[in-house]
């Protein structure tokens, strides 16, 4: 007899709930379950009736697969559970675990044939030409290419701070056409007001939203602990070093829990040790706080330690030359970067530079 359903539910690497469905005697039970990949619509119906039911039936239906108009529906195979396992509760013995068929990430950004062109006294400079990128929900993607090749320009168009000659953005599938607010920022620059202490300074956030500022307070200082601050909170940025700086504008940008972050060279100014821990306290951040990330960089170890793809621009006009995919396992440590496979995409994205000009080597 069927005493229930059960569901376990992987909603990123490392994290997964349980939810429990008792079956009361109703014919059919319905759940919804809202992945970071996507929606899966599951129903589950048991046959007998009442306290008599002896069959249960379970059906999904899952996204379209990407660049099909058509609705899918798909089986279940039996094995292992991954992302979500379905186990009817038995009295007797328990059916295998079954795990539905993998399906894409829902896209988060999409940036379709956008083009920047700003005029000088001099003329016109086409920054950018043509970019077509998508980036699924909680992807960390790392932009790398030479000075001048419109990295910032891009992401300055995706923060809505600066308008696209040419093409659209979406977040979330609304059009960019204006500052988005629903996003955090860190900039080259920490930015911070040199007369207000570092938990004032990340609390400036909730000041200009005009948010609960106990809340904010408690989620403050959370966010100071975990990048080791917690004994700086009244400490003064010029009481601060550089690291701890940029720390302090990384947990300012994350108040709100923004679903988006970009941050534009945010180590780029920091000693070669500080910048290693940042880069670890940035991938903390992110498994801690679940949100997409937009990410550049003139390294490219930096960009491979840090991402899941590594999109390689050309010089001016910025186009997207080649996008890689970073099959290394998470979570990421240093020993990694001696690693063969690193040293591999290292070698690719070297690579493709020298091909494009921007590495020159004398013979």
Known sequence: MIIGLTAFVQTRPGRATKKVWPYDGAAERMACILLCRGWWFVSASGTGGG??????S?????PPPRNSGKP???????????????RPKMRMNEMDMIRPVETPAAPHVTISGVSKTFRTRKGEVKALSDIDLTIRRGEFI???GPSG??????????????PSSRGSIRVDEKAISGPNSDIGIVFQQDVLLEWRSALQNVLIQAEIRKSDLGSARE???QLLKMVSLQDFENAYPNELSGGMRQRVSICRALLHRPPLLLMDEPFGALDAMTRDQLQLDLLRLCKDNDMTVFFITHSIQEAIFLSDRVVVMSPRPGRVERIIDIDLPRPRR????EDPKFSQYT?????????????????
């Open 51 to 56: 306290k008599h039911q002896d069959r249960i």
């Open 58 to 62: 379970v059906s999904i239906m899952l």
């Open 72 to 86: 899918t529906g798909q089986g279940f195979a039996h094995g292992q559970a991954e992302e979500i396992g379905f």
């Open 142 to 144: 790392s932009v790398l």
């Open 149 to 162: 090749c419109g990295k910032s320009t891009l992401l300055m168009l995706l923060s809505g701070l600066v």
């Open 219 to 221: 989620r403050a200082q």
């Open 334 to 337: 240093l020993a990694m970067r």
């Open 347 to 363: 070698h690719e994205i070297t690579d493709i530079f020298k091909g494009l000009g921007v590495f020159r080597e004398e013979v």
